[in-house]
């Protein structure tokens, strides 16, 4: 994540520094790109915060295997592990594991309803920029050369709302998915993670009884 997190950043730097943000703020009249370049930025910012708190239950989750376990941890992980390892039963601890994975995935699906709302103002803005296209057409009077020129002017702008809207859409909806992508494929981790060590635990434990008897 810290890696992805570097290389977006870097991007971001270079399309500052080589000017491709002024550039879609300036040539888009409907300020739709900076829209969508506002809440891409405002959503990588809760994708970090989110990402940190997976990183927490994974730390947990690591400590597990080892002889270290943080004392007084209140992570979702850490309850769910001292309920599950308190002697429920098997269907009721397939509920909980159930529970705790739509509760790891749910705090991704802001994200994902994002990439499909970004993609859509893309598409927004290139109906607009047709709009803006096709709006001078309808006060041509004759057809002189002065009269020609504005109106390609003016047709060249609504084209550029269009490109720059859908092209700020398509980029930031398909990072914005890959970065939840690999939260996702985090999160499916830390609860094979812990299903692994619930099993094992509950096993170890049985196994002690049985050798007792």
Known sequence: MLVLLGVISFGVFLAFQYGFVALFVSADRSYLSSVILTIYLALTLHWVWVGWLL?????YAAMLDGDSVPLGNASLTSGLIDRLESGLGGARRERLLSLYYDQLMNRHAFGHFSTDVLLRLGLLGTIIGFIFMLLPVADIKDFDGAVMQRLLAS????????????LAGLVSSTLLRFQYHVLDSAAVDLANRVSTHVETHLESHAGLGVDET
């Open 55 to 59: 990183s927490r239950e994974l730390n």
């Open 155 to 166: 047709m060249s702008g609504g084209m550029a709302v269009a490109l720059y809207t859908t």
